[in-house]
Nanobody
Framework: QVQLVESGGGLVQAGGSLRLSCAAS????????MSWFRQAPGKAREFVAA????????YYAEFVKGRFTISRDSAKNTVYLQMYSLKPEDAAVYYC?????????WGQGTQVTVSS
């Protein structure tokens, strides 16, 4: 089992920045990747960014390329999502996910609100 706790969400003006954190605990030794997803009201959950845990390769949704950066602190089992140039359409609940073997684990989500 892996437990994930997100933090760092909040209210920010358009053009502002936020950094989300996701701390993993439990059986973290075999996590292969960690990702961020988001879900806005009335919309499906969508992929935002992912990071492979061993090689550190990162992947981004087209709509966040150049604005968001995913990174990790392996010693703290924590993954971050640095978000710049936020837009009102970035407002959503952001979820962290961890993949371990064929199992996906999810956090409870953190709300990001962007005012125009």
């Amino acid at each position: 089992q892996v437990q994930l706790v997100e933090s760092g969400g909040g209210l920010v003006q358009a053009g502002g920045s936020l950094r989300l954190s996701c701390a993993a605990s439990g059986r973290t030794f075999s996590i292969s990747s960690m990702s961020w997803f988001r879900q806005a009201p009335g919309k499906a959950r969508e992929f935002v960014a992912a990071l492979t845990w061993s090689g550190g390769s990162s992947y981004y949704a087209e709509f966040v390329k150049g604005r968001f950066t995913i990174s990790r602190d392996s010693a703290k089992n924590t993954v971050y999502l640095q978000m710049y140039s936020l837009k009102p359409e970035d407002a959503a609940v952001y979820y962290c996910a961890a993949r371990q073997s064929a199992q996906d684990y999810w956090g409870q989500g953190t709300q990001v609100t962007v005012s125009s």
